[in-house]
C-alpha cells in the first residue's frame, strides 16, 4: 500500500501564490508520487501537471506559465508552485502516483 497525504491548500485572493506538497509512504518500495490533478466544484477530475523521470514538467494548458511542479526524491514528496491564481483555479488538489494511489485532496479556494 501507499499512502499520499497533501497538504498547503487555502483561500487566497486572486493574483495570490500558494505551494502544495504531497508525501508519499508505504510499503511498496520505489512508488513515487507523480502527478497533481483537481476537481473544480460541480465538475469532473481533470490533470494539471505530470512530472517525469528526469523531472521535467507537463502541464495543462490553464496552468502554463503559472504552475511549476516538482520533486524531492530525497523527502518522496511532490510539489505544485502555484502563481497568479485565478478563480478558476479553485478546486480540490490531488496527487497521484503509479497504481495508481490517490491522496485525500486538500482544497483551494481563490477568492476576494
Known amino acids: 500500500q501507499v499512502q499520499l497525504v497533501e497538504s498547503g491548500g487555502g483561500l487566497v485572493q486572486p493574483g495570490g501564490s500558494l505551494t502544495l506538497s504531497c508525501t508519499a509512504s508505504?510499503?511498496?518500495?520505489?512508488?513515487?508520487?507523480t502527478g497533481w490533478y483537481r476537481q473544480p466544484p460541480g465538475k469532473e477530475r481533470e490533470l494539471v501537471a505530470l512530472i517525469n523521470s528526469l523531472g521535467m514538467g507537463n502541464y495543462a494548458d490553464s496552468v502554463k506559465g503559472r504552475f511549476t511542479i516538482s520533486r524531492d526524491n530525497t523527502k518522496n514528496t511532490l510539489y505544485l508552485q502555484m502563481n497568479s491564481l485565478k478563480p478558476d483555479d479553485t478546486a480540490v488538489y490531488y496527487c497521484r502516483s503509479p497504481g495508481p494511489y490517490w491522496g485525500q485532496g486538500t482544497q483551494v479556494t481563490v477568492s476576494s
Open positions: 508505504g510499503s511498496i518500495f520505489g512508488i513515487k508520487p
